[in-house]
């Protein structure tokens, strides 16, 4: 077929080109249409997958952090089991730095729950880094026993509470991938 035989038949038929232009129209149209939306679907997939990472990470770092915070109670209480209270501003100014990180790690987090969590361990651990520095004088070791068993008490439903946190993101990542 050759292009005279092409350009002799359009000839002959006087409307074809107009017919031509109007489905390529329509066509381009719909195209631009699609296209736009298949980014948006596309997008948004992207950024619930990014949400589900980010809710992972958030909730692996709060139970980790919460996790090191144990580690140092318990080193707290054994080292009050020993007598041992000289150390205590060196497990505060460990304590301050996990404060600090935990500040800088959790700022643009806006899960509910973890926020509300994170606020109780920051003022745990505030409460905590005051009672070891005011008891560096303080001879009453019952009194510090008592507070730290206190804060024991009081971390334990938090622990359990970042766990589940943890567990719950982890399904949703797993559901959705």
Known sequence: MSWDCISAWIEHHPGLASWVQALGSIAALGLAVWIPASQRRYE????????????????????????????????????????????????????????????????DDLDAERIILTMDFRSLLTDLITVLRADLGFPGKDHRDGQVSEFKQLFEPMLDNAAALLVAAKEAQQTTH
Request: aromatic fraction near 10%; charge should be positive.
């Open 44 to 107: 948004f997939r992207r950024n619930a997958a990014q949400e589900r990472d980010r809710s992972v990470g958030y909730a692996t770092r709060l139970f980790l952090m919460i996790k090191e915070l144990e580690t140092a109670i318990l080193a707290i209480n054994d080292r009050y089991q020993l007598g041992t209270s000289s150390v205590d501003l060196q497990i505060a100014v460990v304590l301050e730095r996990l404060l600090d990180r935990f500040h800088d790690g959790f700022r």
